[in-house]
C-alpha cells in the first residue's frame, strides 16, 4: 500500500468532496494520507476531517502548523495557540506531525526584509515546540533549502520531510544528515524537471518518501487539472521508472521510509 505524506485534502478545490476523495484514494491503494494544517483557522477543521476520513477509510491523519504563505496574516497568539492545540492533540493516534511550516522565499512580497524575519521568527518557534513534543517536522523549503537547514541545524526535532524538495545533490545529503526525509511527487513526471528527475533517480532510495500535495503539484498526465491522493501510485510507478525499478519495490521502501519520516503512522498502520 501506498502513503501520501503530503495532501491538503482540507482545501476548497476539493469541496465537500474530501471524503469521497480519500476513500477513492483509500480503493486505489493509499492507505494512508497525512493533512497538514496551513493556519491556526484550520487547526480544528484538519483534525476533524482527518477523524471522518480515517471513521471511513481507515487512511487519514493531520499534522498542525503555520504555512509561510500564512505568516503575513499571523499574529503572535497564533504561536501560542499552535503549542496549546499541539498539548491537546498529542493524545489522538491521528495527529502525527508540525506542519506545515518553513520558509518561502520565492513569493516576492515573503522576501522583503521583515517578512523574511517574520517567517524565520515563526519557523524557528514552531521548529521548538516540535522538537518539545517529539515530533517530525514537514518542512516547506521554496527557494530556502539552506536558510530551512539554518535552523535545522540549531533546533532540530525528531526529524520529518523536506516537502516537495527541489534543491541540490549536497542540500538533499545535508537533510538526511539531519534526520530529514525528501518528498517527491508530480514534480518528477514532467520530462522538462531535469533536475527534479535526476535527484528522484540518483538520491539513496531510503532517502525518499512520497507525496501528491494534492490539489496542487499534478502529475503531468492530468496538468492542470486538480490533483488528488488518487494519482499517487501512478506517481510511485513515475519514480519507479525512473529508477529502472519494479513498482512494488519502490512502493515497499516509501512505505518503510515513511515510518522512519513520521513514527506516529506506525501504530495507524499496524
Known sequence: MWIDTHCHLDAHEFGAQSLEVAQRAGQE???????????????????????????LSKNASYALGIHPIYVPQAQDEDLVA?????????????????????????????????????????FREQLRIARDFGLPV????????????????QIT???????????????????????????FGGAMTFT??????????????????????????????????????????AIGAALAGLRGMDAAEVRQAAWRNSLAAIPRLGPLLA
Open 29 to 55: 491503494g493509499v492507505s494512508m494520507i497525512v493533512i497538514p494544517a496551513v493556519a491556526r483557522a484550520n487547526f480544528g477543521e484538519v483534525a476533524a476531517l482527518a477523524a471522518q476520513s480515517h471513521a
Open 157 to 183: 526535532p525528531a526529524g520529518g520531510i523536506a516537502h516537495a524538495f527541489n534543491g541540490s545533490f549536497q542540500q538533499a545529503e545535508t537533510f538526511t544528515r539531519l534526520g530529514m526525509h525528501l518528498g
Open 138 to 153: 514537514l518542512t516547506h523549503v521554496r527557494r530556502s533549502q539552506d536558510q530551512v537547514l539554518k535552523h535545522l541545524r
Open 82 to 122: 499552535l503549542r496549546q492545540a499541539v498539548e491537546a492533540a498529542i493524545g489522538d493516534p491521528l495527529f502525527v506531525a508540525i506542519g506545515e511550516i518553513g520558509l518561502d522565499f520565492f513569493i516576492p512580497m515573503l522576501c522583503e526584509p521583515a517578512m523574511r524575519e517574520k517567517q524565520e521568527r515563526f
Open 192 to 233: 522538462r524537471a531535469l533536475q527534479i528527475r535526476r535527484l528522484a533517480s540518483e538520491l539513496p532510495l531510503d532517502a525518499i518518501v512520497l507525496e501528491t500535495d494534492a490539489p496542487d503539484i499534478s502529475p503531468s498526465w492530468i496538468h492542470p487539472a486538480r490533483n488528488s491522493p488518487e494519482q499517487l501510485p
